[in-house]
């Protein structure tokens, strides 16, 4: 364990020790809160138009349905997040393998007591602190607005775990395809390329028919990821995306031993 | 649990070929080399660029895998038992293998963990490797903003953190000015007798001074090896190198 | 072409097909050509990776690189197999505020046990994100039915004759079927697709008799005062409801499952009372309720019967104002007895009544008659005159001489004679049940299962989904601007300032 806390300390340190860690973290954060205001503010307008001509109590038919804190603001924000950790996690990612064959680094690793599974283990923690700390410089605004509001954590929560989890599948994209090249730019441009394809993979009905329709929607990203906005949190949709973290763990672990036999 | 190195009386470890190949493709980097480093002993390892010896030391250091043949460090395998392997090594690779984003302290005190080293005995180590490589004056800069020198013995410094009974080094003093140079050649001198040393080097001086056995391998082949003053002074030893360059290119 | 050039090439040419999809909605030439050849080329590189596998190499290669390979596979087979695992169970956590996807009891029950061989197809058009969560709830509802009821989505746009057969004319529709009846639902929630659900699936419940001619409350007034809501949740139940006019009439029919006395203003007749009479003496059911104020003799004939109403108003304290009233005289009722017109009624899941009278269990006519208070108001409360709420801005005072009781404020009765039974179920308010009250909190629930206790149809006695109102977000504007400038924007500011921080430590390095 020595070696691989050393491992995460160091990761950490690589990342911090750039100003470019804390560019993407006040990036996130500040699109965040524009977007979560701006959406805020409209639904507020909204509501008020309504609410002042409804009966009040248990009466709900006078307020839509489209005029809810779900569709008004948890979800665009969470598209919009969805879309920014697409953009964003592949930069970060590219760097974590590549950079270190391209810097012959890993040849220094792995004369460590640190073994590939611990190399792999130790990086992908570390960048998933790094996305979990993305996603919590932008839940701080969110959430105090809630606490404030009076109304509980729990939708909110299941908002940012749909985002959490989708940030960890494109950070295991990005790892894995990081591992598989010495090259930053390759790493980022697959990525990108594999994350596109895995989003959605509607467009595949055009050539397979709607019969594999159901099953093209259990393997996209986007479906199950909105889900979550929903406020409702299947165990199926993370066991989906940690799948994605395990079979790009596994890639990963195989790219650095396929190595010593090339 | 690692175990303990079977280290000779007088420090160091035996490090041992056989029939040793390793192939890229159709190219082969190392062809057969069979050669023995007995324990406590400064070897070094010679020949001209390309001709096999990074790879030597990386099928050594179980960075490759072997083609064919064997190679054990300590009766242990690199390939299959990496970990006790690495726990005998320090590897101080031609060119520097750093973290120029780091600083020196942090960038030593990562190695000294990730060689198992914490707590006290990683800050005993990290003080006497910023003291012995004179890295205290610079212990709070950024690995990337320092000299060559320096970059040069912080890289020497990781190799010693944990003490270990063999040391490898590849072209430890290219790329360096004479001070520096001998700066280094010093400090590896010092190690003699207290552990196995297996030096790569293109530098017949440095050879001469530092080891006591050499090997010459030429396109992957073992072209000669034995006591340094036989190998390097009997006749014109650049004709080995000059064969082996001939045949290298 | 080295092998991962290949492959790059190929994943990208696919992205920028699959991204011209996404731009245009469509395949055009561009995204088809790239999609076929970033395929190819994926392909082509996956048979020269085949095609250059020489085998592990050596023997220590084989031994190295097994476990990896066999992780990659494990993997892959062991995500599937979870996710498939838990797919199946449906294991999910609702976290909606306003838990929207937990299901009611009674539609479990439905789903369950009597709402076989329903279909429900979702009609939407593309991008409606209100699709979404109908789809989840239909998911809820399919997983709880055990597959039961089977369920589908159809974009509106490639379905004009579905949309023409079923007269649908909005987004997110839900169309369930049943054989050859159907029903329509507009704007789906749990409330509505039980209520549809109910009606494809509902077995005929009887005939229920609603009195009227003497001012009782008009299930066909679709206003606040109304009782439209009630009687369309008796159908939805099963039941046909038919008008009688007590003093067109001289018996009660043999049909009836039961009557419905709607808190009748004037005194009903002779001949009424004696028809009443003759049919609960032959285990007639009847559902009466009564206001405060009103005299219209039924409270003798349920004296006859062993309940006393006395025309009093139970002023309970400890209810809160509901509605504008002054505090405590519309009863918030959270003590049930354990009887089944209030079962699931509690604590939690209460109800509430307009202005009641007290309905007190007295005396059993015979020894095996059972009467029972069903619902009470709290300790606090005491019996005003029924008119003590004349000047309606201030709660009435209790005088010295009235005690703090519990005041039961409804009550049933059951009377087994010999080859029947009679039942009773006596409220102190009718007001609860009508249009302006119904929906709130558990009154309908409170309602409906009197019925079916009056109706002896137990079995359908249940609490049905709610028709939340959606969460509002109760901070000003002002507000929202106040926390964007002292939270929004001050954690982005303290990052840049620590990532300012970090480049200078950098520069100075």
């Not at chain 2, 099928?59 to 064997?70: E, H, K, N, R």
């Not at chain 2, 360096?176 to 001086?205: F, I, K, M, N, Y």
């Not at chain 3, 505020?97 to 029950?109: D, I, K, Q, S, T």
Request: glycine share 10%; aromatic share 8%; proline share 5%.
């Amino acid at each position: 364990m020595i070696p691989l806390r050393a491992l995460v300390r160091k990761e950490l340190a690589s990342l911090f020790g750039s100003p470019l860690a804390y560019l993407t973290l006040t990036g996130v954060a500040l699109v965040t809160a524009l977007i979560f205001f701006d959406h805020l503010r409209v639904y507020n307008q909204i509501l008020f138009l309504y609410s002042s001509t409804s009966l009040g109590g248990f009466d709900a038919d006078a307020i839509p349905d489209f005029v809810n804190l779900r569709d008004q603001v948890f979800l665009p924000v969470m598209e919009t997040l969805g879309l920014t950790l697409i953009g964003l996690v592949p930069l970060v990612t590219m760097r974590v393998f590549a950079e270190e064959r391209a810097r012959q680094t890993d040849e220094l690793l792995q004369t460590t007591l640190l073994s590939p599974t611990e190399i792999v283990l130790g990086k992908f923690a570390a960048t998933f602190v790094f996305v979990a700390l993305l996603l919590l410089a932008s839940f701080v605004y969110p959430a105090a607005s809630i606490l404030r509001a009076g109304l509980g954590l729990e939708h909110l929560a299941a908002v940012y775990l749909g985002l959490f989890v989708l940030g960890l599948a494109l950070a295991s994209i990005g790892l894995a395809c990081s591992a598989l090249t010495a090259s930053q730019l390759v790493a980022a441009v697959s990525a990108y390329a594999v994350a596109f394809v895995f989003y959605d993979f509607s467009w595949a009905t055009t050539f397979t028919g709607e019969t594999l329709g159901p099953l093209l929607d259990a393997l996209s990203l986007h479906p199950r990821f909105g889900r979550f906005s929903e406020g409702v949190v299947r165990v199926a949709d993370l066991v989906y995306f940690a799948g994605y973290a395990v079979v790009a763990f596994a890639v990963a672990r195989l790219s650095l031993e396929q190595a010593r036999v090339r | 649990m690692v175990e303990q190195a079977n280290a000779a009386p007088n420090g160091g470890i035996a490090v041992e070929a056989r029939d040793l190949v390793r192939r890229f493709g159709a190219r082969v980097a190392v062809d057969g080399v069979t050669l023995r480093v007995e324990p406590g002993e400064a070897f070094g390892l010679l020949g001209a660029n390309g001709a096999g010896k990074t790879t030597f030391i990386r099928l050594v250091t179980g960075y490759l895998l072997p083609s064919a043949g064997s190679v054990r460090v300590d009766g242990l395998s690199p390939a299959l038992a990496a970990r006790a392997v690495h726990a005998r090594i320090g590897y101080v690779a031609e060119t520097s293998r750093l973290y120029p984003e780091l600083r020196v302290r942090g960038f030593l005190r990562f190695v000294g963990g990730a060689r198992g080293l914490a707590g006290e005995a990683l800050d005993a180590a990290l003080a006497d490797a910023l003291e012995r490589f004179e890295l205290l004056a610079v212990a709070g800069r950024l690995v990337g903003n320092l000299s060559k020198g320096y970059q040069q013995r912080v890289s020497l410094a990781q190799a010693f953190l944990h003490d270990p009974p063999l040391v490898i080094v590849d072209e430890p003093t290219a790329g360096l000015d004479p001070l520096q140079q001998a700066e280094v050649r010093d400090v590896l001198a010092s190690l003699r007798g207290r552990r196995t040393l297996l030096l790569c080097t293109h530098d017949l001086a440095e050879a001469r001074a530092l080891t006591s056995r050499v090997a010459i391998l030429s396109r992957g082949r073992l072209v000669a090896c034995g006591p340094t003053a036989e190998v390097l002074g009997a006749g014109d030893p650049l004709a080995l190198f000059r064969e082996s360059a001939r045949e290298a290119s | 072409m080295m092998l991962g050039e290949l492959a790059l090439a190929g994943l990208v040419a696919l992205a920028f097909g699959v991204g011209s999809y996404y731009a245009t909605g469509a395949f055009g030439a561009f995204g088809v050509v790239n999609v076929a050849s970033g395929g190819l080329a994926l392909a082509a590189a996956a048979v020269l990776a085949l095609r250059g596998w020489r085998g592990f190499g050596s023997p220590d290669a084989r031994r190295v690189l097994t476990p990896p390979l066999l992780g990659l596979c494990a993997a892959l087979a062991g995500s599937v197999a979870l996710e498939r695992i838990a797919d199946a169970r449906d294991w999910r956590f609702d976290l909606t505020f306003e838990r929207r996807y937990e299901l009611a009891p009674a539609m479990h029950e439905l789903l369950t046990s009597r709402g076989g061989d329903v279909r429900a197809t979702l009609f939407c058009e593309q991008g409606d994100p209100r699709c979404r969560s109908t789809r989840i709830l239909l998911e809820t509802l399919a997983s709880a039915s055990g597959g039961r009821l089977a369920w589908e989505r159809e974009e509106l746009a490639d379905e004009p004759e579905s949309a023409d057969r079923f007269g649908i004319t909005t987004s997110n529709t839900v169309v369930l079927e049943r054989g050859e009846r159907f029903a329509k639902v507009e704007r789906p929630s749990e409330g509505s697709l039980y209520e549809a659900i109910q009606r494809l699936v509902a077995e005929p419940a009887g005939f229920l008799y609603v009195a009227r001619g003497e001012g009782e409350g008009d299930l066909r007034r679709t206003d606040d005062v109304g009782y439209s809501g009630f009687a369309a949740a008796l159908e939805t139940e099963g039941y046909r409801l038919r008008d009688l006019v007590l003093a067109a009439t001289d018996e009660i029919p043999a049909d009836a499952s039961a009557l419905l006395l709607l808190a009748p203003e004037r005194e009903l007749r002779a001949d009424a009372f004696a028809a009443l009479r003759r049919w609960l003496d032959g285990g007639g059911r009847l559902v009466v309720c009564l206001d405060p104020g009103q005299r219209s003799g039924i409270e003798a004939l349920l004296a006859e019967w062993g309940l006393d109403v006395p025309d009093r108003l139970v002023v309970d304290p400890a209810s809160g104002p509901v509605a504008g009233d002054p505090t405590g005289v519309n009863p918030i009722v959270h003590q049930f007895a354990d009887h089944p017109v209030a079962r699931g009624l509690g604590e939690t899941r209460m109800v509430f009544f307009r202005g009641a009278r007290p309905v007190i269990p007295a005396r059993k006519p015979q020894a095996d008659d059972d009467l029972r208070a069903v619902a009470f108001s709290s300790r606090r409360a005491w019996l005003a005159a029924s008119g003590a709420v004349a000047d309606g801005a201030r709660p009435p005072e209790r005088p010295a001489d009235a005690a703090e009781d519990y005041q039961p404020l409804a009550a049933t009765g059951r009377y087994p004679r010999v080859g029947s039974e009679a039942r009773i179920v006596a409220f102190g308010d009718c007001d609860f049940a009508a249009n302006r009250n119904l929906r709130g909190l558990y009154n309908q629930d409170l309602a409906l299962n009197a019925v079916h206790w009056a109706t002896e149809r137990t079995e359908r006695i249940t609490l049905r989904p709610k028709a939340l109102p959606p969460h509002q977000f109760p901070l000003t504007p002002q507000e929202t601007l106040r926390m964007l400038y002292g939270v929004g924007l001050l954690v982005p500011e303290l990052l840049l300032v620590a990532g300012g921080l970090a480049w200078l430590r950098r520069r100075s390095g």
